[in-house]
């Protein structure tokens, strides 16, 4: 017998309550938390610890990082947000899954490497140890598990510091999954491209598990949605199956999507490092000749 869910206290009661707009004062704290750490980083520290001769921050990750900051805008608040808090479960799915697999390599690379490293300089002896690869991927799929759980899903709906706190342990959970990837923090190794490709590839294939309970269980596994009203008149049996082929389709869709972006670098690279060692050889033995014609006699 199942666990009677507790009551959301003011709940919407019907679709125009959920998709009727208002600000969500959490999510615009976070987001000028995040400008303002990035701008004044940028601005009081650069002259001190930017490399010289080189910018402070290209025109590519100032977009990077922005679009990171407008997506979590977009997918925190109105109207994903509240969609996913007030009617279906599958609106919180494609939030943390920006949560996962968007928002954090976008603000990584969006931050320069130099502004990183003095950031994270306080917590870098930790995070020698978290970000190491297996200890990285174990965290974060741990989390994810962790709220998939219906007794997180409960706390997030009537609980609103809990939802924020959960969120924000998901983001630096992942971000610790981004880090052995993406290469951005100075005194933390990124893996080599091989095994950047099998580590992308294992992380692909862990959500698929708690995505199939999603799609395959036989009854609702957040009950709890059944207080509130069904946008599109989507029933909550539904919501969670679709929620599961989010997770598996749309978090495996992302991640092939870098695993390709890395496999077709990697090639370059080494098409083009075979190449240089061709043309190397090819003037080695070119100078060689040479060498010997200007010897004979």
Sequence with gaps: MSAVPPVIV???????????FHVDLDVIAVVVALLLIFHLGIRRL???FAPPG???????QSLRYHAGVLILLFVSGWPIGDIGVGSLFMAHMVEHLSLSFVIPPLLITGTPSWLLGVLLKPVMPVLRIMA????ALFVFNAVLAAMMMPASVNLMLTNEPFHLASHIVLFASASLMWFPILGSVPGLPALAPFYRLGYLFLQSL???????FLTLGARPLYPIYEQLPRLWGIPVYEDQVLSGLI???GGGLL????ITYYFFTWHAQEHDLSLRGSRDGVQGTSKEISRKSSTRP
């Design 132 to 135: 190491k690869p297996m200890v």
């Design 255 to 258: 991640l092939w999507g870098f």
């Design 206 to 212: 862990v959500p698929t598990i708690p995505a199939t």
């Design 247 to 249: 997770m598996k389709i």
């Design 46 to 48: 650069g002259p001190r």
């Design 54 to 60: 080189e910018p402070a921050v290209t025109r590519r």
């Design 10 to 20: 003011d709940a919407p009661t019907t679709v125009a309550e959920v998709l009727a």
